[in-house]
């Protein structure tokens, strides 16, 4: 029996809405449960978040001073540091957009890719502000950091509930005079006002000549250990193989309080010969030492003229 043109089309075109979504069953399946539940998973968490940091950092004038802002999944987004006072956009990612130079993110000088830390050198009385650490996510998210900075004669009171009770301090001699090659070790102890809960609010960073010291400032020998117990941490720098390019200021900050400068001297070339000829047995022998060495660079001198 034939059947009509319009019923094989119908028969057709039932086959074929029957067919295609069993071979193709991957491409029109509608998610289940479990999609959502993993889909609202993977989106939660990719969104970024604050690791938990100080957010009261109090800072004499004249130091140095670091805000400190740790990010979970920061993916692609971009952090922001701007200053409440004047709406003063500071930082955006890398870059300093402030043209004072005191100002500049620490990311490139630590290891750790969680660090959006803010370093203010120099730290002067109109820094005091509360400063915001920025995403730039679709919905903005913000953390506030609140700077109070004292006068140094304010912070160095007997009564200041800063000083002697809180603050940091590097142990030791104020020079430490090395040769090449040697080993030294600085610590730095510091006191805070309440008990460090987490790595962040005890972090101790480590400062030379105003730039902060990480394990990349230098191509090996260099190790930082820190420990802390309820509101006491030591932080110990050690640096091995001491080069020229050792040589400098370094100073700790912790928790807004930094330390003193220690100076660290490498001896060199002739300076290190001449320590060697310097003994106890030939110490009385310094000025016919200084006069031959005198006698000998004059007689170059002459040599080149002539």
Same mark, same amino acid.
């Given at each position: 029996?034939?059947?009509?043109?319009?019923?094989?089309?119908?028969?057709?075109?039932?086959?074929?809405?029957?067919?295609?979504?069993?071979?193709?069953?991957?491409?029109?399946?509608?998610?289940?449960?479990?999609?959502?539940?993993?889909?609202?998973?993977?989106?939660?968490?990719?969104?970024?978040?604050?690791?938990?940091?100080?957010?009261?950092?109090?800072?004499?004038?004249?130091?140095?001073?670091?805000?400190?802002?740790?990010?979970?999944?920061?993916?692609?987004?971009?952090?922001?540091?701007?200053?409440?006072?004047?709406?003063?956009?500071?930082?955006?990612?890398?870059?300093?957009?402030?043209?004072?130079?005191?100002?500049?993110?620490?990311?490139?000088?630590?290891?750790?890719?969680?660090?959006?830390?803010?370093?203010?050198?120099?730290?002067?009385?109109?820094?005091?502000?509360?400063? &915001?650490? +920025?995403? $730039?996510? #679709?919905?903005?998210?913000?953390?506030?950091? @609140?700077?109070? *900075?004292?006068?140094? /004669?304010?912070?160095?009171?007997?009564?200041?509930?800063?000083?002697?009770?809180?603050?940091?301090?590097?142990?030791?001699?104020?020079?430490?005079?090395?040769?090449?090659?040697?080993?030294?070790?600085?610590?730095?102890?510091?006191?805070?006002?309440?008990?460090?809960?987490?790595?962040?609010?005890?972090?101790?960073?480590?400062?030379?000549?105003?730039?902060?010291?990480?394990?990349?400032?230098?191509?090996?020998?260099?190790?930082?250990?820190?420990?802390?117990?309820?509101?006491?941490?030591?932080?110990?720098?050690?640096?091995? &193989?001491? +080069?020229? $390019?050792? #040589?400098?200021?370094?100073?700790?900050?912790? @928790?807004?309080? *930094?330390?003193?400068? /220690?100076?660290?001297?490498?001896?060199?070339?002739?300076?290190?010969?001449?320590?060697?000829?310097?003994?106890?047995?030939?110490?009385?022998?310094?000025?016919?030492?200084?006069?031959?060495?005198?006698?000998?660079?004059?007689?170059?001198?002459?040599?080149?003229?002539?």
């Amino acid at each position: 029996m034939f059947r009509s043109y319009e019923e094989v089309c119908f028969i057709a075109l039932h086959t074929l809405l029957c067919i295609i979504p069993l071979s193709h069953s991957k491409l029109y399946r509608l998610p289940n449960d479990h999609d959502f539940n993993r889909i609202n998973i993977n989106s939660a968490n990719s969104l970024p978040y604050y690791l938990k940091v100080p957010t009261n950092v109090t800072a004499i004038e004249g130091s140095n001073v670091i805000l400190s802002c740790h990010i979970e999944n920061l993916g692609d987004k971009m952090v922001f540091w701007i200053r409440n006072t004047d709406l003063q956009i500071l930082t955006a990612g890398l870059a300093t957009f402030s043209s004072d130079t005191r100002f500049r993110v620490n990311h490139e000088n630590t290891i750790d890719e969680k660090d959006w830390s803010l370093l203010i050198t120099n730290v002067r009385l109109e820094d005091a502000s509360t400063y &915001e650490c +920025q995403i $730039n996510t #679709e919905v903005k998210m913000k953390l506030n950091i @609140n700077l109070t *900075v004292k006068e140094y /004669v304010e912070m160095m009171e007997m009564d200041s509930p800063f000083l002697p009770n809180y603050g940091a301090a590097i142990d030791g001699k104020n020079l430490n005079v090395l040769k090449r090659g040697q080993t030294i070790t600085l610590t730095c102890k510091v006191l805070t006002e309440h008990e460090n809960s987490n790595k962040h609010s005890s972090q101790i960073d480590w400062m030379k000549d105003e730039e902060l010291v990480s394990l990349k400032t230098r191509n090996g020998g260099i190790s930082i250990n820190t420990v802390w117990s309820g509101k006491s941490g030591s932080s110990k720098l050690t640096l091995s &193989e001491l +080069q020229e $390019n050792d #040589e400098g200021n370094y100073s700790c900050t912790s @928790n807004g309080f *930094v330390s003193d400068a /220690v100076t660290v001297r490498i001896i060199t070339g002739i300076e290190e010969k001449f320590d060697q000829l310097v003994t106890t047995e030939n110490k009385a022998n310094i000025r016919c030492i200084n006069l031959a060495s005198f006698v000998h660079i004059f007689t170059l001198i002459l040599i080149n003229i002539i």
